[in-house]
């Protein structure tokens, strides 16, 4: 499976917000994908990024605090679109 889908996936489980960390987590506890990377996080965070920017209105969304949490670890959420 698709790193995406596999997020894509976990997100609409669990239904709630995740770190870009989180779903990584997630995705290979559940075993949906295996890596040999040395960054599976970057990866899939730039994978939700351009899916948020290609399709606003697709099935994630990001959730981003606002302010001087940019330079912070974890501020950006991505969620399920319902």
């Given amino acids: 499976m698709p790193f995406l889908s596999a997020a894509i ?3 609409r489980d669990t239904g709630r917000e995740m770190t870009t960390k989180e779903l990584v987590k997630e995705v290979l506890d559940r075993g949906l994908v295996s890596t040999s990377g040395k960054s599976p996080d970057a990866t899939l965070a730039s994978k939700l990024y351009v899916c948020v920017r290609d399709n606003p209105q697709g099935p994630v969304r990001k959730i981003a ?3 001087l949490s940019r330079s912070r670890r974890g501020s950006v959420r991505w ?3 319902e």
């Fill in 9 to 11: 996936s976990v997100l």
């Fill in 65 to 67: 605090e606002k302010g």
């Fill in 79 to 81: 969620a399920w679109r």
